[in-house]
């Protein structure tokens, strides 16, 4: 088959028939565009967009054949130059896609991404095409889905990161453990899916021949039959302590996150925090070239906890009890501290098991499927799904926990030392700089509260002359460019991650207006004024709040 790229007559009506189509210059802010091809329609999207418009294009090219050809016949210098271009090349790009994705696609913007194609490529590329399109789903879903997790939860994190802080400076370094384990070893993830009562004794045969990782819902189940993991993972904010009750967990290590629930930690326990997704303590380790690892996934504790496997480099990863469906009805294995039959009824669906027949699953347990699947083959790690039962994950291996055990765990080696052997995450020095930097927000917010009040009374300003029908394009060009200018130098500000656990909904009103439009100007800018300052106020109420809130904690 032969499909045309362009036209041989008209390259200019093409390319008007196809922007006709993706033009939308009021709502996209960043277009995601399967295939460069000679760049035409990319440079149609610059052109029909405003200037001062903040738009951010992604373009995905799936072949490097192509590419080769367009470097000998266009000058494309202009898009590889342009910086709100990122250029994607599949066969040249050592990380997927979704990596580029997450740097680009935010809580911002989330809303304002559309997706376009340059003509008949999906065609050429259909399975590309997909992967692409499942691409940008899944990192919308996270994105999505860390905000309606801030919004529930903004208070809890923002309390976590200040209890769990003493924690954070005496922890230890992932980056550590991954030299000091030996090459070539596997890694055993224990979810509390149904299946897990099936296998559950066979682990006993893996200790001290595997690196054995407990999700936080496993533990009670492992403990109930004596078996000890040499790690368990905990991220959730609001996780339920019962989980940890049994005293052996106190000397069994964590993986966790600055924002976890701080009693999955104890004091003195030993600990390995991943770097999650807080900016203002990423631009701390980043300026300090402290390597850390961002395990956080937007799903669930398995989903890190592979990440963290993954990180090691492992010669395997086992999966067991990872059901991800409602294996005989149930939700969890026995023992487990959950409810067995409690099933959501209204998420319910249905999904292939490893056997091939229709097993109960829901939207979220096919959400974390979808990114086992994804992360699978982006990154090519041989993983055994040894659940022996629940839902099919497309690219494992299928093998009974005895087996795979038998196969790959034969080499002892001792892996508590080299937990015990790890390097601390801060030395003495930067554990001060560390401490200092934290004990500085209120100074960092106090910098920037002098742009927050200007702002505020710019938009009451666009809000007034709204109301009284004074539309002086002159001065309202003014006011929106200095508040444009004043949002972006705020939402660039690494503080502020501090303050947006406290202020989602205002967050959410202001991305919601941002994405609405009115055929009345007029009603248009009193919204956008009025939402506006509401922000601006939300802003100022929390950081004076955080202010006097830290002003406390670091007394004590």
């Known amino acids: 088959k032969q499909y045309q790229l362009d036209s041989l007559y008209e390259s200019e009506a093409l390319i008007d028939l196809w922007y006709r189509d993706y033009k939308n210059d009021d709502l996209y802010n960043v277009y995601a565009v399967f295939g460069l091809g000679n760049g035409m329609f990319i440079r149609k999207l610059i ?28 000058d494309i210098t202009d898009i590889i130059e342009n910086i709100n271009i990122h250029l994607y090349i599949k066969e040249l790009d050592d990380d997927p896609i979704g990596v580029l994705l997450d740097n680009v696609i935010n809580y911002r913007n989330v809303k304002n991404v559309h997706v376009a194609q ?7 590329f259909e399975n590309e095409f997909t992967e692409f399109n499942n691409a940008i789903r899944i990192n919308k879903e996270a994105v999505n889905g860390s905000m309606d997790a801030n919004e529930k939860f903004g208070r809890a994190f923002y309390n976590n990161i200040f209890d769990n802080l003493n924690n954070y400076l005496e922890s230890k370094s992932i980056a550590s453990l991954k030299k000091k384990l030996p090459k070539g070893f596997p890694v055993i993830i224990v979810s509390s899916g149904p299946s897990l009562s099936k296998n559950i004794t066979d682990l006993k045969n893996a200790k001290n021949k595997a690196l054995i990782v407990a999700v936080d819902s496993a533990m009670p189940i492992l403990m109930h039959e004596d078996i000890i993991p040499d790690m368990y993972a905990s991220i959730d904010g609001m996780k339920f302590l019962a989980h940890f009750e049994d005293e052996k967990t106190k000397d069994i290590p964590v ?36 390597d850390v690892p961002e395990l956080s996934t937007g799903g669930t504790v398995a989903n890190t906890a592979y990440k963290f496997a993954e990180y090691l480099e492992p010669c ?23 409810d067995n039959n409690e099933i959501e009824e209204s998420t319910l669906t249905y999904t292939k098991d490893i056997y091939g027949n229709d097993v109960k699953t829901s939207v979220e347990f096919t959400l974390y499927k979808d990114w086992f699947e994804r992360e699978i083959k982006q990154n090519k790690v041989r993983t055994v799904d040894a659940t022996e039962g629940g839902a099919l994950i497309e690219g494992t291996e299928i093998r009974t926990l005895k087996d795979i055990i038998d196969e790959e765990c034969k080499q002892e080696f001792a892996v508590g030392e080299c937990i015990e052997d790890c390097d601390r995450l801060f030395d003495d020095d930067i554990r001060e700089k560390f401490l200092s930097y934290m004990k500085a927000i209120p100074e960092k917010l106090d910098g920037m509260l002098s ?23 002159d001065e309202l060009t003014r006011l929106f460019k200095e508040n444009d200018d004043i949002n972006n130098r705020v939402n660039n500000e690494p503080v502020m991650a501090i303050v947006e656990y406290l202020i989602q909904d205002s967050i959410r009103r202001m991305n919601d207006n941002a994405n609405r439009t009115s055929n009345d100007v007029r009603t248009e800018i009193m919204e956008a004024g009025s939402v506006g300052r509401d922000h601006a106020a939300a802003i100022a109420e929390k950081s004076i709040w955080i202010k006097e809130d830290l002003k406390k904690r670091f007394e004590n």
């Open 47 to 74: 052109a029909g967009s405003s200037p001062d418009k903040d738009m951010r294009i992604v373009v995905y090219e799936p072949n490097l054949s192509i590419i080769r050809t367009v470097l000998k016949g266009f």
């Open 118 to 124: 340059y003509p008949n490529y999906s065609l050429f």
């Open 316 to 338: 395997c990863i086992i999966l067991c009890g990872q059901d991800l469906a409602y294996t005989g009805d149930k939700a969890h294995a026995d023992n487990s501290l959950s």
């Open 255 to 290: 993986l966790t996150t600055i924002t976890a629930t701080p009693g999955a930690v104890r004091d003195g326990q030993t600990a390995f925090f991943e770097k999650g997704d807080n900016r203002y303590i990423n631009a701390f380790l980043e300026k300090e070239n402290i």
């Open 451 to 473: 742009d927050i009040n200007r702002s505020k009374i710019n938009y009451d300003k666009m809000y007034m002359m709204a109301k009284a029908n004074d539309l002086s394009k």
